[in-house]
């Protein structure tokens, strides 16, 4: 069965420290991978995809980045942390059935991340 | 663009009960998919029924069952039998089909609402 992991849990940095999370899934191969965030009492908000292996596509423009070095892995990273990018950070893994078909998409346990 | 609106921020219902969370959802996309995730004070994301807007069934997954109304762009999702372990936060989402003109799979949520089951 597939299991997707994130570390680190729980991170608390100070303001323009960097950031990296680390996602991997186990049990599947060529996933589409995800990063949301959701901010506190608020729904989900996706950062960022990949469909392959140094395949990055985002959908926010912030001082974030993502990083899919290999099949299974996805990387969250920033240079500078700002306050504003505190929140609970989810990856999320989906396969692609066929050309019409769009898989469901599950979703690890999640970091939480303060910027003091 | 894709919007979902949960109208109801916070519900309570007395465990056994039933309870029904109500969604809709603005597209002009004719095939898309409904999803009902639950996110327990764990904090994980947990899928707990999925529609395809295609299908006129409505999904069911043991207690759990939706109403989905594609005229009026509705999607409710029915508690029966509630239990304890059922408190959490309840998100509508709304995903389009992934296309090859680099559509992603890009779930759009709602804002979430608070169920507690007491006993």
């Known amino acids: 069965s597939q299991t997707i992991h994130q570390w680190p849990a729980t991170l608390v940095q100070p303001v323009g420290s960097p950031l990296s999370l680390e996602c991997t899934v186990e049990g599947t191969s060529n996933p589409n991978l995800y990063w949301y965030r959701q901010a506190a009492g608020r729904g989900l908000q996706l950062l960022f995809y990949?469909?392959?292996?140094?395949?990055i596509s985002s959908e926010v423009p912030q001082n974030l980045s993502a990083s899919r070095p290999q099949d299974r892995q996805f990387i969250l990273s920033s240079k500078k942390l700002l306050l504003s990018d505190s929140g609970f950070y989810l990856c999320?893994?989906?396969?692609?059935?066929?050309?019409?078909?769009?898989?469901?998409?599950?979703f690890g346990p999640g970091t939480r991340l303060t910027v003091l | 663009a894709q919007t979902v609106t949960q109208s109801q921020p916070e519900m309570s219902v007395q465990e056994a009960e039933t309870v029904t969370l109500s969604c809709t959802y603005d597209?002009?996309?004719?095939?898309?998919?409904l999803f009902w995730y639950k996110q327990p004070p764990s904090r994980q994301m947990i899928l707990v029924i999925r529609?395809?807007?295609?299908?006129?069934q409505n999904a069911t997954e043991n207690r759990f069952s939706v109403n989905f109304q594609k005229a009026a762009k509705s999607f409710s999702l029915k508690i029966s039998d509630s239990q304890l372990g059922d408190t959490a936060m309840y998100f509508c989402?709304?995903?389009?089909?992934?296309?090859?003109?680099?559509?992603?799979?890009?779930?759009?949520f709602g804002k979430g609402m608070k169920l507690t089951v007491n006993p």
């Open positions: 529609q395809e807007a295609y299908k006129q």
């Open positions: 999320a893994w989906s396969v692609l059935r066929s050309m019409n078909s769009t898989d469901t998409q599950y």
């Open positions: 597209t002009s996309e004719s095939n898309y998919y």
């Open positions: 989402a709304f995903m389009k089909p992934w296309n090859s003109q680099g559509g992603s799979e890009k779930l759009v």
């Open positions: 990949s469909v392959g292996i140094g395949q």
